[in-house]
């Protein structure tokens, strides 16, 4: 079945980086558009970086300059690097395919703060 395992989230200080990763089984990887999404407490989870099977990149303004997906179709992952993180960067984060969201992982928390 389809799976994503997401990891790399931590306590962060505003400025700071983080890398995050997720590990997909279950589908053929390379086949698919994949995304990452992130939800704060009391918001919707939100679509914010999403890469092609041909590795074209897009971004949602808010992250646009800061964060950049990557994908490693050898080893089922997908990443997000991080810089210049904000507080309103708070939030977990879920990988999935935009097309057909769902399977949702158990996420990893990332918590921008001093």
């Known amino acids: 079945q389809v799976q994503f395992v997401e990891s790399g989230g931590a306590l962060v200080q505003p400025g700071g980086s983080l890398r995050l990763s997720c590990a997909a089984s279950g589908f053929i990887f390379s086949a698919y558009m994949m995304g990452w999404y992130r939800q704060a407490p009391g918001n919707q989870r939100d679509l914010v970086a999403w890469?092609?099977?041909?590795?074209?990149?897009y971004y949602v303004d808010s992250v646009k300059g800061r964060f950049t997906i990557s994908r490693d179709n050898a080893k089922n992952t997908v990443y997000l690097q991080m810089n210049s993180l904000k507080s309103e960067d708070t939030a977990v984060y879920y990988c999935?395919?935009?097309?057909?969201?769902?399977?949702w992982g158990q996420g990893t928390q990332v918590t921008v703060s001093s």
């Open positions: 999935s395919r935009p097309r057909t969201p769902g399977n």
């Open positions: 890469i092609s099977t041909g590795d074209s990149t």
